[in-house]
């Protein structure tokens, strides 16, 4: 039975809803169970709360457009998974944060930047190709915003003002503390070779 | 056709099938296909670093979760967006000439081409129903 402990299962919300018997107490019911997950799944992939609440939100609007051609092959929360990944990747498109988008070769600074002094230092020893491969590994690891400052500063000269002004960052900081943030980050992952515990694994052990 | 080097298969490269894509989101990919998706991440393929990034994430916060400042932040907000979504089913409701949910609502009016589609698409028999893979969210927009 799909009711237990006067728990509803997801599939029996999804049915109310498609049936129309009561559409707006089953949508409720999902986003109760999923709202504030999908809202943390979005913040820590963007790293910018107020985007995530407008992602959050545009993403149960298209729930209830999309919940009609459901028909349960995977589970529902896989579903809202990959319905909450689209909309990360038209951000990504739309701030050109796509690693795919990026071009082959590391800049210098960025490297610079990246590397321990010391070049004796295993990451020195490494070759570009293998550098190039850790660093992707580690940029997709990243928040969006992160990413796109960085990628932005380095990779295609923008400056801090303007890069806080195109990505409509909130934070008094701007682009500068998301940079640095970033770069952080990076270095840490760097010398853990990309296997460095994700931001969500930090955050949850800090 | 995904956002750059993708396929219909789904969110990645299409190194991963469509049901080997739910299979990494629920955690339960097979250990022969999860070494061999490891090995074609570590070549590098940026659709497969994105997916993988975001699938780890998502699995994250379904094992352990949402951290307090989240749920603080989520708190806030959670009735405007209650509100909205309460907006959006009295407009689909109201607004659709062919039923959503199995039963008819009127005439319709004010609804965006892309949302009338999606109606449409929606009124749909299971007679007419494609072969492909439907539960697959729609791909990310095209610019």
């Known amino acids: 039975m799909s009711e237990t402990s006067g728990v509803v299962d997801d599939a029996t919300l999804v049915k109310r809803f498609q049936s129309g018997s009561d559409p707006m107490e089953a949508i409720a019911a999902l986003f109760d169970r999923y709202g504030a997950m999908t809202y943390a799944f979005f913040r820590r992939g963007i790293g910018d709360p107020q985007i995530a609440e407008e992602l959050n939100q545009d993403l149960y609007v298209e729930v209830i457009k999309s919940l009609p051609r459901f028909r349960g092959r995977s589970s529902f929360k896989t579903w809202l998974f990959r319905l909450a990944y689209n909309h990360l990747s038209n951000l990504r498109r739309r701030w050109r944060t796509h690693l795919d988008e990026q071009p082959v070769e590391v800049p210098e600074d960025m490297l610079e930047s990246l590397l321990p002094g010391d070049e004796d230092s295993p990451e020195h020893r490494l070759s570009r190709e293998a550098l190039y491969l850790q660093l992707r590994k580690c940029l997709a690891r990243l928040p969006e915003v992160e990413r796109a400052v960085i990628l932005g500063r380095y990779y295609r000269n923008v400056t801090l003002d303007e890069l806080t002004r195109q990505l409509e960052l909130t934070n008094p900081s701007g682009a500068r503390a998301s940079l640095i943030a970033g770069q952080r980050k990076l270095k840490k992952c760097m010398e853990g070779s990309g296997e460095e515990p994700s931001e969500d694994e930090e955050r949850r052990s800090s | ?143």
């Open chain 2, 1 to 143: 056709m995904n956002i750059i080097g993708g396929n219909d298969n789904g969110p990645g490269c299409g190194f991963l099938s469509s049901r080997e894509v739910d299979a990494l989101i629920e955690g339960r990919l097979g250990a022969r296909r999860a070494g061999l998706f490891d090995a074609h991440r570590d070549r590098g393929c940026g659709e497969c670093l994105h997916l993988h990034a975001a699938a780890e994430s998502f699995r994250e916060i379904l094992e352990h979760g949402v951290l307090e400042a989240e749920q603080t932040a989520f708190a806030r907000i959670r009735r405007s967006v209650e509100v909205r979504l309460g907006q959006e089913v009295d407009r689909l409701q109201e607004g659709s000439g062919r039923s959503l949910f199995g039963r008819p609502w009127g005439v319709g009016r004010g609804l965006s081409a892309d949302e009338l589609e999606q109606i449409a698409a929606a009124g749909q028999s299971d007679l007419d129903e494609p072969v492909t893979d439907e539960d697959d969210p729609a791909e990310p927009e095209q610019e």
